[in-house]
């Protein structure tokens, strides 16, 4: 058994705000050792519970937030970018199951630092579903037919998780106040909560199906301004779509959209508001 692990940073234990996730912010540096010590009980619990490989994919801004001289010794960790498949590289068909760990909810929703990859995006959009990162993220482990068996985070992003895949385990580490303040839960007693629920998700592990995408998904991004989507409709085979702010790339398959939706984000990213 092979399990795969997408850590992102928003919605480990007890962080409620930027300063905490921002590397240019003065608590970010606890906030790595939490993260640590957070990935270190799933990875533990998933060897107990009879994995014989675990790999861990930093998957927070630059990506290169873990400590690896702290982490759990017999996992693997893809840290740094810039990686093709950014949250999800290094999954492949070989995995029983991809673990989401610290996520949160998508842009719009309530939630602990709610957003969808980059403040500039509204909705991502595959055909007509509507999802965030995690969403997108899902969809490509379905394209290798790995269902994501526990997603964790706070209690929106638990909703929004179990709305989009029927069966999955979720561990509630926080509850959100606000965007930028949380009821958590301490480390170790979140720990103790995480070290539970991968057990029981493993137990649960054929009960969950992966999340398939269409065939030829249709990618639309719906960016926060008309700019974002002027930039992103400089990629070769985008459609502005007329009167929005949306942007439309059909593609031949989940990975080709996956790659589609990195580069269109980063396009946006060069927008000024001056």
Request: proline share 4%; charged share 20%.
């Amino acid at each position: 058994m092979k399990i795969y692990i997408s850590i992102d940073m928003e919605g480990i234990t007890g962080l409620p705000d930027y300063t905490f996730v921002d590397a240019n912010s003065h608590n970010y540096e606890r906030s790595r050792i939490i993260m640590t010590k957070e990935v270190n009980y799933i990875i533990q619990a998933s060897f107990d519970s009879g994995c014989e490989e675990v790999l861990v994919n930093d998957s927070h801004s630059k990506m290169n937030n873990l400590l690896i001289e702290d982490i759990h010794p017999d996992c693997h960790l893809i840290t740094g970018e810039v990686k093709p498949f950014s949250m999800v590289q290094g999954l492949d068909y070989s995995f029983t199951g991809a673990f989401l760990v610290g996520y949160h909810s998508q842009a719009g929703s309530p939630g602990v630092m709610s957003h969808s990859m980059i403040h500039a995006v509204r909705n991502f959009f595959i055909n007509d579903h509507c999802i965030g990162e995690m969403g997108m993220n899902a969809y490509l482990a379905g394209y290798y037919n790995v269902p994501v068996l526990l997603v964790t985070g706070d209690d929106y992003t638990a909703m929004e998780a179990e709305e989009l895949i029927p069966g999955v385990t979720t561990a509630i580490v926080k509850e959100s106040i606000s965007r930028s303040s949380v009821k958590s839960l301490t480390p170790s007693k979140a720990g103790a909560l995480l070290e539970k629920k991968v057990k029981q998700t493993l137990t649960n592990a054929s009960n969950v199906e992966p999340l398939i995408p269409p065939e030829q998904p249709e990618l639309t991004i719906e960016f926060c301004n008309y700019g974002q989507a002027e930039w992103a409709n400089l990629m070769p085979g985008t459609e502005l779509i007329e009167g929005t702010t949306k942007v439309r790339f059909r593609a031949k398959d989940m990975k080709e959209a996956y790659q589609a939706m990195l580069v269109m984000t980063e396009l946006a990213m060069n927008t000024t508001f001056s």
